[in-house]
């Protein structure tokens, strides 16, 4: 679990985020800029463009800020999918990109984005995940090796080097960086559930808060 600062290098990639930064101020939401009131807080947890795993309409929200980079957050996705697997239909986990490993981070995130827009979301995050050593070694990352692991997958990667280009991807990594900022986050993976910080780290805290959750929604159902 990292607590490095957000990084925006300047490589391409990123270049082009900050290049088209000014058209997205002016077609979404902007960014917060100054102490968050709880409802502005709120909104800054879940976006209408994050992506879903389970069931959308579930009473449940685990919100996650996630960085494929993050050994923390590739230790964790089994502990979120068995959550997901024993509350089916009653737990959703909202994903927000946050990268802060630097271009490999970024990269990847830009990948992910364009494995949403494609409905191979869940598979091409899994296998990034699964293949995390070979691309990014926090000694020595290979982002150019992201593209090849996430094809194998299931991602088009001739619609996917348009879409991680395009002026919604780059304003969404902006937005979600934004939101970064604005919620307060320092590390990842950082887990809201209904809104509300899970105040100590760990598997069991983790669980133990979802499964008050849900036997709260299932009283007032």
Not at 90 to 118: C, D, M, N, W
Not at 133 to 147: M, R
Not at 186 to 194: A, L, S
Request: charged content about 20%; overall charge positive.
């Amino acid at each position: 679990m990292t607590r490095q600062t957000l990084i925006l290098g300047s490589v391409g990639l990123v270049l082009v985020i900050f290049a088209v930064g000014a058209w997205f101020n002016t077609n979404t939401q902007t960014a917060d800029t100054k102490p968050v009131s709880p409802p502005a807080k709120q909104n800054s947890l879940v976006r209408s463009y994050s992506p879903i795993l389970g069931a959308k309409d579930a009473p449940v929200t685990i919100v996650e800020f996630f960085d494929p980079a993050c050994e923390a957050c590739r230790a964790f996705h089994p502990i979120v999918k068995g959550i997901l697997d024993r509350y089916a239909g009653k737990v959703r986990v909202v994903v927000r990109y946050t990268p802060f490993h630097g271009e490999a981070s970024l990269k990847a995130i830009a990948v992910l984005e364009a494995a949403r827009q494609q409905n191979v979301f869940l598979p091409v995050m899994e296998a990034l995940l699964a293949n995390q050593p070979v691309w990014a070694s926090h000694g020595s990352p290979s982002p150019d090796k992201i593209l090849k692991i996430a094809a194998s997958a299931g991602l088009n990667i001739e619609q996917a080097a348009a879409q991680m280009k395009s002026p919604s991807s780059v304003g969404i990594i902006n937005q979600d960086s934004a939101d970064v900022e604005a919620v307060g986050i320092r590390g990842t993976p950082t887990f809201f559930v209904n809104g509300k910080p899970l105040t100590k780290f760990g598997q069991r805290e983790l669980e133990n808060m979802v499964r008050m959750e849900v036997e709260k929604a299932s009283a007032t159902q």
